[in-house]
């Protein structure tokens, strides 16, 4: 018994030791866990002082104290945060946050640093400054290689880029395939965020301004702005005065945001229900939605049913296909396919979008109805056509796998692409226009940049615009003029490819005044000849005026003035230039015909029509000037001039 008994001791002080370092064990877990906590804080204040959130006044030097606080930290539960600490450092000093200056170099140690831990964003960062030159010489293979690593994370710029790169072959063998692989990654995500946002397919996206169409900076509520502020004021007018449609408008504004409005569920349901209160169908509809989802106001599913069916009766689209909708899901309601397919017939028959995909879902799946791929894609179609996001996902999907039409990857791959280019962060290119109304001309750039190298196409003729057009604004940017038309060039190329016609015409003149590029009198033809094909006006003129003379092209006065002549249909302005091209032509005409080699041996010499054209030409002119001053100019009378008096 005793030797039992002192066999046991040590078993028991054993367990104890080991129960010792399990509770020390679990402390220094637990106080590891509390630093990682209080690092993740400090790191969450940072971006609240960078952005101004969370009742934080903004202030960008003490977030950069606050990152740099967790940069110098050693310990490991800081490191857990380093990377996001100098991706926000990165994004500070490349874009200049809020009179922080642009630093390239900078921001590219800091986003080095942060990728080096295998941020995603970071290696999608540090992609974009080796394709454009960033404080770094450009160099292709680098940044391809920084963006396979952000793909491999999943970030959604660098798959996007990847994908444009694939569509176009730009340095890497173009591959539609693969293009449309990357496009419907990130377009499923773009769908994915629709849906869980509850409000339709249909966003209200201001116009992206393309700044060679905007008005100078000193005007600026000239243009975008003035026709918001018009709109919202044409609403709120009629609204005031008891519109129920006018209230509507205004509540789906405020319920999405739109037209410079700001999202405001309140101020939505309050119009909606002004509606409402005058017994008005869509009013019905929509604040039975807003119940429905518990939009400002508690989630009240069967107030919800019971309004979505007065509104239905009145014939309201919104209120037949979200009743449709219930009855598709069993929400409130007992499932039957029957009953959404019917609601769902109602609101598509008037052309309503979301009434459209849904029934196009119930075509696809053959839910409660015999499948039927040519339907569902006709209703996708419709859909799409009225910038439904969802329903242009579906008939995408339906394009690439061949369903209910011939399989073409060209097409899936443009309506992924149209998917892709309406996600949320895209919003940054309508906040590049006010940063460059507001004279932040370089962070402007860089935002137009950034979506440019994914492709974004109205961001690649905004780019090319500064580049071009106002490379003096450009304070931070490189010095190098010859880089700045290199680049320009770059961008008027990738908008050429998809279809511009204004950056055809640039990419034409770039050639033809070896601009950014060698002279290449022929290539300029070329782009001439696309822009024209697609109606641009001066584009056409300068293929009579390279025709008339033999620069690029065959010397043919006839084709000449074809193309004078077709330049002044598609733009009536050109008249004057047109008109003295025309007598230019006419007179060059005569003058290489017999008469100039008559003149020619008469008096010994070649006669240079173009100088005297211009001669005769400057000579009628100040005839008509002369005639007009004869005509129009009366004298002041003299003052106080002595009256001639009538003799006696």
């Given amino acids: 018994m005793e030797e039992n008994a002192r066999d046991s001791v040590p078993q028991s002080e054993n367990y104890e030791e080991k129960q010792g370092e399990t509770q020390e064990s679990f402390t220094k877990e637990s106080t590891s866990i509390d630093k ?57 000093y490349e874009l200049g946050e809020v009179e922080s200056p642009i630093d390239f170099e900078k921001a590219m140690k800091y986003y080095n640093y942060s990728a080096a831990f295998g941020n995603a964003e970071a290696h999608q960062s540090l992609a974009f400054f080796y394709s454009t030159g960033k404080s770094v010489p450009v ?34 063998p173009k591959s539609c395939e693969k293009a449309v692989i990357h496009y419907e990654e990130v377009a499923a995500q773009v769908v994915e965020e629709v849906r869980d946002a509850k409000m339709g397919g249909i966003s209200f996206q201001s116009e992206i301004t393309r700044l060679s169409e905007a ?41 999405k945001g739109g037209y410079g409005l700001p999202q405001d569920l309140k101020t939505a349901f309050e119009y909606f229900q002004l509606a409402a209160d005058q017994d008005h169908p869509a009013g019905l509809g929509h604040v039975a939605f807003m ?14 049913i019971e309004l979505y069916r007065l509104a239905t009766e009145k014939g309201n689209p919104l209120a037949q296909t979200n009743l449709g909708f219930m009855y598709m899901t069993g929400n409130g309601v007992p499932m039957s396919f029957t009953e959404a397919f019917k609601y769902f017939k109602l609101a598509a028959d008037q052309g309503y979008s979301e009434g459209q995909l849904n029934l196009g879902i119930l075509y696809y799946n053959g839910d409660g109805i015999k499948q039927d791929y040519t339907k569902a894609l006709k209703n996708f179609g419709l859909s799409a056509q009225q910038g439904n996001i969802v329903a242009t996902y579906y008939y995408a999907q339906m394009h690439q796998n061949g369903f209910g039409t011939t399989s073409s990857c060209s097409t ?5 692409k149209q998917v892709v280019e309406r996600g949320s962060w895209f919003t940054e290119v309508e906040a590049a226009f006010d940063l460059y109304m507001d004279g932040y001309t370089d962070a402007a750039l860089i935002l137009y940049e950034q979506a440019a190298e994914q492709g974004h196409e109205i961001s690649q003729t905004n780019a090319a615009f500064i580049l071009d057009k106002e490379p003096e604004r450009l304070k931070y940017y490189t010095k190098d ?55 641009n006006a001066q584009a056409t003129f300068n293929l009579g005026y390279m025709h008339q003379f033999g620069i690029g092209l065959p010397r043919d006065l006839h084709l000449a ?27 060059q005409y005569i003058w290489e015909g017999d008469l100039n080699t008559t003149l020619q041996h008469v008096i010994g010499f070649q006669i240079e029509w173009d100088t005297v054209a211009l001669v005769l030409l400057g000579i009628l002119l100040s005839i008509l000037l002369f005639l007009r001053n004869v005509i129009y100019y009366q004298p002041e009378p003299v003052a106080n001039a002595p009256q001639n008096q009538p003799e006696e």
């Fill in 36 to 92: 990682r906590e209080q690092f993740e804080k400090l790191l969450d204040l940072g971006l609240d002082y960078r952005f101004g959130e969370n009742g934080t006044a903004q202030d960008i030097h003490k977030s950069i104290e606050i990152f740099n606080e967790i940069l110098q930290s050693s310990e490991k539960e800081a490191k857990r945060v380093h990377q996001f600490a100098a991706l926000s450092l990165g994004q500070i």
């Fill in 139 to 172: 160099n292709e293979p680098l940044a391809l290689l920084h963006q396979a690593f952000a793909v491999q994370g999943g970030d959604r710029v660098a798959e996007t880029t990847l994908g444009y790169k694939y569509l176009f072959g730009h340095r890497v």
């Fill in 215 to 255: 008005v100078e900076p000193t005007a600026r509520n000239e243009k975008t702005i003035k026709e918001d502020d018009e709109v919202i004021k044409y609403y709120e007018y009629h609204a005031a005065a008891g519109d129920p449609a006018a209230q509507v408008m205004l509540g789906t504004l405020y319920m």
């Fill in 291 to 304: 119940h429905a989802h518990g939009f400002h106001v508690p989630k009240d599913v069967p107030k919800a």
């Fill in 412 to 416: 899936a791959v443009t309506l992924y």
């Fill in 481 to 535: 003029k010859e880089l700045k038309r290199q680049m320009a060039f770059h961008y008027y190329r990738n908008s050429a490819e998809q279809k511009n016609p204004k950056s055809m015409l640039r990419m034409g003149d770039f050639h033809y005044y070896g601009i950014g590029t060698q002279v290449n009198f022929e290539m300029a033809a070329l782009y001439y000849q696309s822009s024209s094909e697609l109606r």
């Fill in 561 to 587: 003035k074809r193309y004078y002549d077709l330049s002044q249909s598609y733009d009536p302005d050109a008249f004057l230039a047109v008109w003295l091209s025309l007598a230019r032509l006419g007179a």
